[in-house]
């Protein structure tokens, strides 16, 4: 597979995506040598924090293979993948991720940062002790819809 063409296509994807007013930021999901899901960083033009990139190029495979498998699939990114991107990469189980510019490339050359890149350490933390607190409060009925997953994925 000729990872260099679908890197420097998401390259100029992106590039142009910063001409009609969005982030700098593309991707695409391939198979077999074809293009299944594309997108491009629409955060601040549509005011969605989600609207990354690889999270549209994700949706967009999925749905047309109608499957959360993406596993026989390589995700080309112009730029490393965000935790949240990455996460979405785990649940639709991605065979690969390939990417340009690198987190650490973008702010030396460029001095570009992204004001959540401070609190990726924060995921070390304890739980409670996060930037944003995550606190357990359990409820007498917590396990229901994952009881109710269960017996669906059993009839």
């Known amino acids: 597979m000729n990872h260099e063409k679908w890197l420097k296509h998401t390259?100029?994807?992106a590039t142009e995506n910063v001409s009609n007013g969005g982030g700098p930021f593309a991707a695409v999901i391939v198979?077999?040598?074809v293009i299944i899901g594309s997108g491009t960083n629409l955060v601040e033009s549509a005011c969605d924090p989600s609207a990354h990139a690889e999270l549209l190029a994700i949706k967009e495979a999925c749905a047309k293979l109608?499957?959360?498998d993406l596993s026989d699939c390589v995700l080309y990114a112009s730029g490393e993948p965000c935790p949240?991107?990455?996460g979405a990469a785990y649940w639709a189980t991605v065979g690969k991720i390939l990417y340009a510019c690198s987190k650490q490339d973008a702010y030396e050359e460029t001095g570009f940062t992204n004001p959540v890149q401070a609190f990726f350490p924060d995921q070390e933390l304890q739980p409670e002790e996060r930037f944003i607190p995550f606190i357990q409060q359990k409820t007498a009925d917590a396990l229901q819809p994952f009881l109710a997953w269960q017996k669906r994925l059993s009839n």
Do not use: A, I, T
């Open 84 to 86: 949240m991107c990455l």
């Open 11 to 13: 390259v100029e994807m």
């Open 31 to 33: 198979k077999d040598g």
């Open 66 to 68: 109608q499957s959360l």
